[in-house]
């Protein structure tokens, strides 16, 4: 099988380390050429450590990780302790990690990875704002011809905000980079809040991923178990959504999810409804399609497959 070459930008968070963990059990299908920080649930010294941590319960040594941007493009970083606890991965021991940071900016690294690399090669996935990319996109456009797909977790449409009434979080941090990003003319799969807000971490699925017990099925139950409290009363529901490893579930089983081609356009200039992501589900302008939004997910099978992908990891 050939493996997709990915780039994975992140701000761990809980959800985020579970799709690095869900990608680095994967490496028959995922290349991970890095995980890039940027700054977003927490501030980027804290989602660069933090990714370092997941790498090391990852065993997955040979993969290095950049911290990126510490600032969004042009409005003022708005973090999100309030659901991720201080230190971002709030539900599991905070340790030195192993291993440290490359020292290369993460915008550097995704600038000479993709030159290196074949056209139409180089798969990215960010979940987190998206500074690093829409910096990376601005300051050498020619990467692009690089890229395969970006598949975002971001967006809402059905769902409204979670962070402003008609605002997603990764979106409005910064969206004068997502305004770069969606309209840089490669193809965009995006898993907005509709199609996460499906996958919910109920106390079951919790309790058979605790089961496989072993250091990253423990780790991801204890972070679940956190993230859930805050989510299950905000949203009133049975368990939290789990956003960002809807992303990498996409990349490994694309037929658990449902999604049309629409034009997807983000505003950045009304302060009221700032991020918000008008998603033309019916085609009402004559607006380019450059994104795949989804819609649907069969949740059941999501949770099989991070399930039996993090039954793969041996006792750390
Ligand atoms: C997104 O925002 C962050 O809090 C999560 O990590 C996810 O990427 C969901 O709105
Ligand atoms: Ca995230």
Redesign the pocket.
């Known amino acids: 099988m050939t493996k997709r070459p990915i780039i994975i930008d992140c701000?761990p968070?809980q959800?985020?380390a579970i799709a690095l963990l869900l990608a680095m059990s994967s490496p028959d299908e995922l290349d991970i050429l890095g995980i890039t920080a940027v700054a977003?649930?927490v501030p980027l010294e804290l989602t660069a450590r933090n990714s370092c941590q997941i790498r090391d319960i990852g065993a997955r040594d040979d993969i290095p990780v950049f911290a990126g941007c510490a600032q969004p493009m042009q409005r003022d970083l708005v973090t999100?302790e309030y659901?991720?606890g201080v230190t971002g991965i709030d539900g599991i021991d905070i340790v030195e990690p192993k291993l440290p940071l490359e020292e290369m900016h993460a915008v550097d690294f995704i600038i000479e990875t993709l030159h290196a690399a074949d056209d139409d090669s180089v798969t990215i996935v960010p979940?987190?704002p998206l500074t690093n990319i829409g910096t990376a996109i601005k300051r050498d456009p020619a990467i692009l011809t690089k890229v395969r797909e970006i598949v975002i977790?971001g967006g809402a449409m059905r769902e409204g905000g979670?962070r402003t009434p008609s605002a997603?979080?990764?979106i409005i941090v910064d969206p004068h980079a997502a305004d770069i990003v969606f309209r840089c003319g490669r193809p965009i799969t995006v898993m907005g809040?509709d199609v996460t807000y499906q996958v919910l971490a109920t106390p079951q699925r919790i309790d058979r991923i605790r089961d496989l017990d072993n250091e990253a099925a423990r780790a991801t139950a204890g972070m679940l178990e956190f993230y859930s409290r805050h989510d299950s009363v905000k949203f009133a529901s049975v368990g939290a959504p789990l956003?960002?490893p809807c992303t990498i579930a996409y990349l490994l089983q694309p037929e658990l999810f449902q999604g049309k081609q629409c034009n997807i356009s983000i505003e950045t200039s009304s302060e009221l409804t700032m991020g918000h992501t008008a998603v033309d589900f019916w085609h009402t302008t004559d607006f380019p399609k450059n994104a795949m939004w989804m819609h649907a997910v069969d949740a059941d099978g999501f949770y099989e497959l991070l399930t039996e992908r993090l039954s793969r990891f041996g006792d750390g």
């Open positions: 701000d968070g959800d985020d977003g649930n999100a659901v991720h979940i987190g977790m979670n997603e979080f990764n809040l956003h960002d």
